[in-house]
């Protein structure tokens, strides 16, 4: 690039998909520091416009809010009347096009505005509106007519848990896939879908491919293969391979040319943006002081915060970085704990900013220290994205090529090998070049991400518990291949919270389909070793207090696995307790390091197969819950052996048979 590239030579450039280091690359030594003012200014810039965009749309909530406390009458002619009166995009002969995204932790929200933005300079004659598809309706009717207007949209959607959708996806795709009826309707809408997902677990990108399907039985017209991004290798590689596909298509089409929450304690709804304090009120150690493991039972106290929750949901939790790893990322950036830096939303002459599309990674002003421990991930292997930031800001020539290199197609190999396979960390990364010293704001907003909530299935009920959240959480403590003993984030905090020393945490709850049949007497099955013994906990409650209160209850069995009865035999005194009183039938017990052959929960399960047949033909529920990529499999595939085998079956329909006791909500499973 020419030295003498101005201001906006330079943003037109990064606009169109030229790394910050490339932009540098071309730049006599001597003006590479203006460069890279003129970037830390950019990263600032774009975070410090989004809070004005944030002011806006709490304004807008309140109003919402406002709204609903009308009556039934007045809401139905308000909603009405906003109908009516909803801005509409201005015609300026540009065409629209719509990016929708489906996300839980924000990848695929980052990836939908990294396309927009470059999208934007790109095509001067087109519009690019990136959308959470929670918001794109108010009500479930109106995705219809508003779909119907789109020209050309396109889709970044997610898969998690048991190839279930997103949290914000959920309410659309449970639209979208039920409505059969509709029949060919899309004729007008050319798409593109970019999934993302992990292939060790069993429904890899299931949601993309259900969409994409979907959109094209009902007439939408594809403009490229669904990509299928897979998380466990390199997904940045994956997107940009998807993304350089569908730019021709675009060019035919159009023509060439970071999460606040916030304490709300009392707030109407809790929610990952809005969390609530809980005091930790309980916790204790689970494992006897033989086991060379640690598990921890916690409860978190919920009376007077407004947060509720039913048996069988999810409860996320913010914790904060332990302090060695924030001492740690303090040396490396090379600033003092105690400095405090400020996200502005006003340009030097006081006047607010304008426009932007990414939301400002936390409140500030705030300490180094404070934003390193709540706010950055420092513990997950960076993406490229963030190799091409610190290698902009790298004074050593060689740690910058270094970096270059590794975030590059060239280099994707040696990247996947020596960053994901071994599993090294940002501040691993970081310690290997030392000359990456970016700017703050350089680094909360391109080099690490936001700190994500941890879930849990909660082990109480609240039919025993109101007020209380119980979590039993096993301590994540490993040696990675790299050899770096990796302590998990949120697993840390709750093994060394103290209630004495009113240590608290904010969360919220997530629903889960995980639930009790709705008739007690039912019989149920269920699988969970180790802290997959967690929302069973809070079934067997609800079933002793519902015992209790008269009702017959069916026929339940519980296999359970541990390594040694001695040693790591969770909650046995609980479980003996619901034997006695009647809320379990019976106890299945696989042990795995007790005896001459280790016994896994699979292994009871072929045991027990004539029982567990003779549930299922009585109409009865099967849950398992804990690890998708092992456990979860065998279970699966034993369980299909028995339907084959009581059932006399051959595999295909053995196959079938199970399938659609998952379809009829009989098969279950909370599997991570």
Known sequence: MDSAAGPMELVAALLRGITPAELAGGVPAGERAEVRALLATLAAAVLGCALLVLWRRTAAGKKRKDADKASAALATQGKKARQGTEEQPADDGRKRVAVFFGTQTGTAEGFAKALAEEAKARYDKATFKVIDLDDYAAEDEDYEEKLKKEKLALFFVATYGDGEPTDNAARFYKWFTEGNERGVWLNDLQYAVFGLGNRQYEHFNKIANVVDDLLTEQGGNRLVPVGLGDDDQCIEDDFNAWKESLWPELDRLLGMKMIIFSLTNGHAV?????????????????????????????????????????????????????????????????????????????????????????APPFPSPITVRNALARYADLLNSPKKSALVALATYASDPADADRL????????????????????????????????????????????????????????????????????????????????????????????????????????????????????????????????????????????????????????SIFFFGCRNSKMDFIYEDELNNFLEQGALSELVLALSREGPAKEYVQHKMAQKASEIWDVISQGGYIYVCGDAKGMAKDVHRVLHTIVQEQGSLDSSKAEGFVKNLQTEGRYLRDVW
């Open 404 to 555: 270059k290199f590794l975030a590059s197609p060239a280099g994707k190999d040696e990247y996947a090998q020596w960053i994901v396979v071994s599993q090294r960390s940002l501040l691993e990364v970081m310690a290997e070049f030392p000359s990456a010293k970016p700017p703050l704001g350089v680094f909360f907003a391109a080099v690490a991400p936001r700190l994500q909530p941890r879930y849990y299935s909660i082990s109480s009920s609240p039919s025993m518990a109101p007020t209380r959240i119980h979590v039993t959480s096993a301590l994540v403590r490993e040696t990675t291949p790299a050899g770096r003993v990796h302590k998990g984030v949120c697993s840390t905090w709750i093994k060394n919270a103290n209630p004495s020393e009113d240590s608290w945490a904010p969360i919220f709850v997530r629903q889960s389909n995980f639930k009790l049949p709705a008739d007690p007497s039912v019989p149920i099955i269920m699988i969970g070793p180790g802290t997959g013994l967690a929302p069973f906990r809070g079934f067997l409650q609800e079933r002793l207090v519902q015992k209790e209160s008269g009702a017959e209850l069916g026929r």
């Open 270 to 358: 809790h929610d990952a943006q809005h969390p609530c304090r809980a005091n930790v009120a309980v916790r204790r150690e689970l494992h006897s002081p033989a086991s060379d493991r640690s598990c921890t039972h916690l409860e978190f106290d919920i009376a007077g915060t407004g947060l509720t929750y039913e048996t069988g949901d999810h409860v996320g939790v913010y914790t904060e970085n332990c302090p060695e790893v924030v001492d740690e990322a303090e040396r490396l950036l090379g600033y003092s704990p105690e400095t405090y830096f400020t996200i502005h939303a006003d340009k030097e002459d006081g006047k607010p900013l304008d426009g932007g599309s990414l």
